[in-house]
């Protein structure tokens, strides 16, 4: 069964701070995607970054960086010098190969960057 | 600009008032899905349409309905609310490409819906 995990429920840093948010996920199959969403307290789900099962690259976007291994079915983002705007509630999912329609959500790390 | 747009964005209305949220995207992507998401509960499927007039239950459908008559509008209807449904509501869209590349949703504002 796939299943996704985010077992940070909570994270509070001081701004400048680096910050990781883990994420485990379950899945039986060898393609799959991932993905991270920000949901900032106006509520808006915003998409971040999609990784597919076969590019174990790790990807850099700014102060945004997702280190992505499978040997221990991870998908961690890291944001470098944390800043109030960052606060929000992050999501991991997981979407199954042939039905895109079915995406597999986290529960949810809420990041709350203090100044 | 390409965008999932959802109306109301905020709507209290009492409880067997048949009500309707309506959703549409100008992306022609073939995808679309309802969320609704609740404190503790996380994000929880309620119907998808793979394309126009193909539509499927998600997780939780129960007192839910959906049309897809066109491709850019994915209506989600409420025929008699309860309080059970108060929740914050999403709608999503999403496409593949012709390799198979799943792009992930792009996700509408939302709507709080409050039944009382």
Redesign the interface.
């Known amino acids: 069964a796939q299943k996704v995990t985010q077992a940070q429920t909570e994270i509070s840093v001081v701004e400048k701070e680096d910050v990781t948010l883990d994420c485990v996920y379950e899945t039986r199959d060898t393609t799959y995607y991932l993905f991270w969403y920000k949901q900032p307290p106006s509520g808006e789900l915003v998409f971040l970054i999609r990784r597919n099962s076969f590019d174990e690259q790790n990807e850099i976007s700014g102060r945004y960086s997702w280190n992505f291994q499978k040997s221990t079915s991870s998908f961690n983002f890291t944001i470098t010098a944390s800043q109030v705007v960052d606060s929000a509630v992050y999501f991991c999912a997981l979407s199954e190969p042939y039905n895109f329609n079915k995406f597999y959500f986290g529960s949810g790390t809420k990041l709350n960057v203090k100044p | 600009e390409a965008q999932v747009t959802q109306n109301p964005r905020y709507l209290i209305t009492v409880t067997g008032k048949k009500l309707t949220v309506t959703c549409s995207q100008n992306m022609n992507h073939e995808?679309?899905?309802w969320y609704r998401q609740d404190p503790g509960l996380?994000?929880r499927?309620i119907y998808?349409?793979?394309n126009v007039e193909v539509t499927?239950k998600g997780d939780v459908p129960e007192g839910y309905k959906v049309s897809r008559k066109e491709k850019r509008n994915f209506p989600l209807i409420l025929e008699s609310p309860s309080p059970n449904q108060t929740s914050?509501y999403?709608c999503?869209s999403?496409y593949?490409d012709g390799w198979g590349?799943?792009?992930?949703?792009?996700?509408?504002?939302?709507t709080?819906l409050t039944v009382v």
């Open positions: 995808y679309m899905s996380g994000l499927q998808y349409s793979m499927d914050l999403f999503a999403s593949r590349t799943n792009y992930g949703y792009t996700f509408g504002s939302g709080r």
